[in-house]
């Protein structure tokens, strides 16, 4: 025992010149210095993509570093995989939950680890025992019988928080934990973090909004492009300060623009209906009109239907009743081809499935949805001439970085992906753009400019739709917005000027509902 | 810069693989033979170099050999190249091989015309039915999700016993000893290259024709372009807007094409009649020949080439050594393991990767600091 230096005994986690570079290059972390004391609330903060993912799958042991060294506990360790960390009293509860949808908590609870009668079979009993007698422990109330695809987002962070717990956790990483609750449930899972802390556990939480990090976190590390900006006392530096070292300059967090003038109805939907696989009502009469002219969001928790709602818009799944349609033609029934015909773009959610093709060039993926333009063809050969032309313009107006036109796609940073599938889908001169989380995991210099194209697109005369689990960006960006709860629409904001995040809170966690004539609004039928 | 760095490792990437191939091979020939030095240099020099005497000179019959050998693979190989390219992993060609070759010669035999356009029509007819052959995997695949890989393996021995029940029942010249088709019309016959007799034909020409066209079609036409994208990404191809289903029919036809016009061209180069009793064999060398070749059809001929040359140095081990040529599958295995395995040097390859980065970022660290000065 070290008890003569009280200082170093406190130290629970202790990173040293931590580098990593992924195989497609990116530097990730560029000798990053990271410690955390025991029994704090540590935050770790810095915009998408500053490597703080990088650095706490390092720790957790799902990536190998490229260099440096970990201590924990002041041992020097080397984790090959999570199993290593967990065995060292490392926990982590990523942003988007491991667990199995039709398993019960208390199964998903004691997966890997199940409880056995007879050495042979599970012992559901125990199993039920164990997680409440953890629940009760740790002051996270969980129902341990109920299937997970049935619970709410905040009871699955409780799961896996409480996977974490029973595998001998004592430091826990939390990686966004925030980023799909609402202010509700947030503040819930602060209590339960303090509570957490008081009982001697070590949280790292991984954020990057301020207001939180200022309410519950003793001490911060600020990274920015894959080096830390340092550490600081949480209570001695400023919201200010934090967001400087965060970002580096002044961020201009609303967007400017002007009032819109909607006319015309573009996307009409009807009574839309969806079941899942797992037997879910995914979608359950949903019904609202997207004008010429104006954004449209949807917000919502993450899993009350906004995937479906724009899976079937764009002919990805079927939807069991309804109807929708654009400038009058329906869309359910056509391909996605026909879908792209009418004027219709999409920013997928899942960008690497649906927006790019990885392994192809920066060019190959701006053409995809017009190489048979004629433009692009002379007879049976493809005009390289015009095809370099639009590819190198492209990445121009859209402030692409990369070396050339002939890049691979996946050698290119998340935001800079992103930038692709936008100036493809931006590009085709849409009457009707589906934005589904635009801005997700990428930079603010690729954030702002995507915001801003949405809205001048907007202005321009295009009709959008606008899908998004960030609050902020959901309602800054657009002119009305709908909020989706269970499936339904629970609510009709025509002017989002007005509006606030609590408010908006209640009706995206279900507390409230508006009167079906308020709701119907949405639909703008003469 | 960097590309001149991971293009130099792939090239030391493929080059340990066939050394690494080549030390399996050399280790179980010394286990196996009482003579593994006389073995090694048939298997490597014997090829292209012949020893008479003491005296080492150049075989150019040896190297008419090789490229004669390379006519029907080359066309396989591009066959292979075109349909996993777009993610279809099928494995008929080796029989569409077989139904071109005897499909040609049927067309050498009974149709009549004149010099030079007949062996062209018999070597198109034997495309189409090569292609319409594989629309039966395709449509499978496209309209009932049956697995192209399982469909079109079974298809290969539909293939090779129709053809042999056709060859026995219907076209076999009884007055020979064996089993084969009259001799086809001189017309018929693609003529030989170069002067001596030797087996290679202009065939090979037209091999190297379609190894441009081919490359042409996949990375400079619209449809070449949706078989590649949709052999990366097909839910990003479908999301596009393009035509997931024909153009998945549309890759394997062209394989099929492909692979008929190789079996067509074979026959009427090598042969007089039709003689085939089994599976030839070429189309599996056209998978290993297009896993060499990265599915890139302009190093189909180089990968081509090794192969034939691995092919003959292998006979020349077996025939004047006490080696046995089953020697040249260890060969090809191992060659097909390091290929094939992504993470054959991954260590090296990310070794490279740090090093480019850091390359890069005390660059812009230049950059800024010029800037700030």
Known sequence: MEQNDPLKHDIVVQMKGITKVYPNGIAANQGVDFSVRRGEIHALMGENGAGKSTLMKILFGLEQPTGGEILVNGEKVSFASPTAAITHGIGMVHQHFMLVPSLTVAENIVLGMVPRKSGMFIDFKKATELTNEYAERFNLAVNPIAKVVDIPVGMKQKVEILKALIRGAKILILDEPTAVLTTQETA??????????????????ISHKLNEIKQITDRLTIMRGGKSMGVYETASISEQEISRLMVGRDVILDVQKGAPTPTDVVLRVRG?????EWNKKMLDGVSFDVRKGEILGVAGVEGNGQRELVDMLFDLKEPHAGTASVNGTDVINASQARIRAMGVSLVPEDRMTYGIAEAATIEENIIS???????????????MKAIRAESDRLIKDYTVLCKSRKQKVKMLSGGNIQKVVVAREFSSDPTLIIADQPTRGIDVGATEFIRKKLVDLSRAGAAVLLVSADLNEVMELSDSLIVLYGGKIAAYFEDTSQLDDLVMGEYMLGLKRQSDEEIGRVCHEK | MRNKRMFGFELVRGAAAI???????TIFIFLSSKE???ALRYLLIGPLVSIKGGVASFNTQGFYNILAAMIPTIFTGLAVCVMFANNQFNLAGEGIVMVGGFVAALAGIYLHMNTGWHAVVCVLIAAVIGGLIMLIPALLKVRLGASEMVTSL????VCMYLVLHFLNYNFADRSKGSTQTYAFADTARIGSLVPGGSKLSWGFVVALVFVVIIALFMYRTRWGYAIRMIGINEAFSKYSGMKVGGTIVLAQVVGGALSGMGGGIEVLGRYTTFLWKELPGYGWTGVTIAILAKNNPLLVPLAAFFIAYLNKGCQLMATYSDVPSEMIDIIQAAIF?????EQFLAGYRQK???????????KVAANAEGGAE
């Open chain 1, 369 to 383: 949805d017009r190489f048979e333009e004629k433009r692009f063809n002379h007879g049976p050969l493809f005009n």
């Open chain 1, 272 to 276: 839309l209906e969806y079941t899942n």
């Open chain 1, 188 to 205: 819930e899972l602060f209590r339960e973090l303090v509570h957490l802390k008081e009982q001697g556990y070590t949280i790292i939480f």
């Open chain 2, 19 to 25: 050394a690494v191939a080549l030390g399996v091979a």
């Open chain 2, 337 to 341: 393991l390091f290929f094939a395995a």
């Open chain 2, 154 to 157: 079974m298809l290969n021995y």
């Open chain 2, 352 to 362: 490279i990767v740090v090093k480019n980065t850091r390359a890069d970022l005390a």
């Open chain 2, 36 to 38: 593994p030095l006389t």
